[in-house]
């Protein structure tokens, strides 16, 4: 049976709908990612799952058990932010001790030590939290919100504040720790890369409505749809006639990665090049094909690139998804 129950949930602001209808089960351990654009009702879906917004239909359960109308602090989730609102007057130990301290837990200190090992920080307990970089911040913020043993830890967007090499980094730490504590957590995020590195399952929202769900892998090879395809990187979505000139056995439309189209000399595809943007291993391209209309690609160093010019491209499969 599933942990959590969200079931048919609803929440409108001034009648307007920020999640309409999502129904989505997790499982005991399991790390669910709710994946979407700005504004697409995320964290408002969490805000509903920690009590913190009134439902305007469905329920959420835990374990089977309808906590709707259960107050914040009895359902024994935490909750972890963007910037991880620690005490900035108290050191990193007492930070970290102080869900432990409103339940008057014995064996704190100890308890602390383990949790600074867990996050990748030992020795650092006496340290000021101002003293800390950005990235230690989140770890310690990780830390507290796991002192308490949470049956359900909820995450909106944890690592965003971080910049791009710490973010890939921690999140790849923060799968290692909620993997490693068995914990249950659900994480709120835009990034398709972050989602991807840290869940078991991904959920996608679009305009507060749950489009797909399922293992990462799954929704890369096979989003539902062309407005799914687009939010997750592929940047050309061809109908099935065109789609036929890439993929001769295709039978509906494909998503194509900039990555996908090549440009190359010993090409199976004439084209002429539309636009050259340089980047760090070549040139980001836009190539008017013959018979499939504009794409993006992407030519290696070696390719002189002379807008207006003939080109030849390649298809990566690597990049290449099939719609239903
Ligand atoms: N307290 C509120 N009052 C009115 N409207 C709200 C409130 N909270 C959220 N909204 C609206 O609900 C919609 C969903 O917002 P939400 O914050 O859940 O999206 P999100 O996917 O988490 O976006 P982001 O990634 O930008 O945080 C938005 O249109 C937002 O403006």
Do not use: C
Not at 122 to 128: S, V
Not at 216 to 244: C, H, M, S
């Amino acid at each position: 049976m599933d942990a959590l129950g969200i079931d048919g949930v609803g929440v409108s602001f001034d009648g307007v709908p920020a999640v309409d209808g999502v129904t989505l089960g997790v499982a005991p351990g399991e790390v669910l990612g709710i994946l979407g654009p700005s504004g697409s009702g995320k964290s408002t879906l969490l805000r509903a799952v920690a009590g913190l917004e009134r439902l305007g239909s469905g329920s959420v359960s835990w374990h089977g058990d309808d906590i709707t109308a259960l107050a914040v602090h009895r359902r024994g989730f935490a909750l972890m932010f963007q910037d991880g609102q620690l005490f900035p007057h108290r050191t990193v130990a007492q930070n970290i001790a102080y869900p432990l301290r409103i339940t008057r837990a014995s064996g704190q200190a100890e308890r602390v030590v383990d949790l600074l090992d867990l996050v990748g920080l030992p020795g650092f307990g006496e340290r000021r939290v101002t003293e800390l970089s950005g990235g230690e911040q989140q770890r310690v913020a990780l830390a507290r919100s796991l002192a308490g043993k949470p049956r359900l830890l909820l995450l909106d967007e944890p690592l965003s504040s971080l910049d791009r090499e710490l973010r890939e980094r921690l999140a790849g730490d923060l799968r290692r720790i909620l993997v490693a504590t068995g914990t249950t957590a659900v994480f709120v995020t835009h990034d398709q890369d972050e989602a991807f590195a840290v869940s078991d399952r991904v959920a996608v929202m679009m305009r507060g409505r749950l489009e797909q769900v399922g293992t990462p892998a799954e929704v890369w090879r096979r989003p539902v749809n062309a407005a799914v395809a687009r939010f997750l990187g592929y940047t050309t979505v061809l109908d099935p006639d065109r789609a036929r000139l890439v993929v001769p056995e295709a039978t509906g439309a494909i998503a194509l990665r900039a990555a996908a189209v090549v440009v190359t000399d010993d090409a199976s595809v004439r084209g002429t090049l539309v636009s050259s943007t340089p980047a760090v291993d070549g040139a980001r391209v836009r190539v008017l094909l013959d018979g499939i209309g504009e794409v993006d690609g992407v030519a290696g160093p070696r390719h002189p690139l002379v807008v207006g010019s003939a080109v030849g491209v390649r298809f990566d499969p690597a990049g290449i998804a099939v719609l239903p």
